[in-house]
């Protein structure tokens, strides 16, 4: 495996190569982002994971300075899956200059959920993602479900510039009790890990009442923030929304694709989930 840190490196290495398939990370890596790796190995005739924890897409008051960088850890693991390049840039490398143009995702979109509470959080997205999918030339990339709005974000994205990339999105994977696999798991002690289960046992609850019949939606909502709030949790939402735009479903449409979403603190973790229902 070659590790690369320049973009004259990046383009060097992949000079022979005409379908790189790639995977970007912010590091710090878990059993999913290398499933990731292992699901883009087919796509291309290059496997490539970026490695770059980005700074737009920090709020102020978010953990961007304490954000762990375990390089030399996170290379041992994509050696061992295969991955073929590993391209981890300095912060002046990627932003040689200030970044003066950035990509504005459309508000119906970027505002909402994730958006509310971290406002700018996906121009920081849409624009790192555009820019690594430029230097990289990947043809395929590869995300993860568990970001399932940051997903649609740039599967709208590389649609709507007309961009010749396959946007692959991989189930969450989770560990044994069902919590969704993520970096900041890490940051929660024993007795918050295992608490944390309750987010998504909280969503599998909402989504097992939606596909009973249920379409009150904003009790079934408010039942559900109520359970985390008891627990001792801190929720931001817990919501159902329709699969294809992210907007609030209509009780008189049923059968539409559901998907319910939660974002919630525990001690000073935030964590985020989802489920198709």
Known sequence: MKIVHT????????AAYRHPAVVPTMGNLHAGHIALVKAAKPLGDVTLATIFVNRLQFGPKEDFATYPRTLEADC???AQA???IVFAPSEAELYP???????QPPVELANILEGEFRPGFFTGVATIVMKLLSCTQARSAVFGKKDYQQLMVVRQMVQQFAMPINIVGLDTLRTD????MSSRNGYLNASERQQAVLLSQTLKALANAIR?????????????MATLRNAGWQPDYVVARRRVDLQVPQPDHPGEALVV????????????????V
């Open 97 to 103: 200059q200030p970044q003066g143009f950035l990509v």
């Open 82 to 84: 295969g991955c073929d």
């Open 76 to 78: 041992a693991q994509l």
């Open 261 to 276: 979403l939660a974002a919630a603190k525990l001690g000073t973790t935030r964590l985020i989930d989802n489920l198709e």
């Open 177 to 180: 009790d069902g919590l969704a």
């Open 212 to 224: 009973s019949g249920r379409t009150d939606y904003a009790a079934l909502e408010a039942d559900a």
């Open 7 to 14: 973009l004259p490196e990046l383009r060097a290495a992949l």
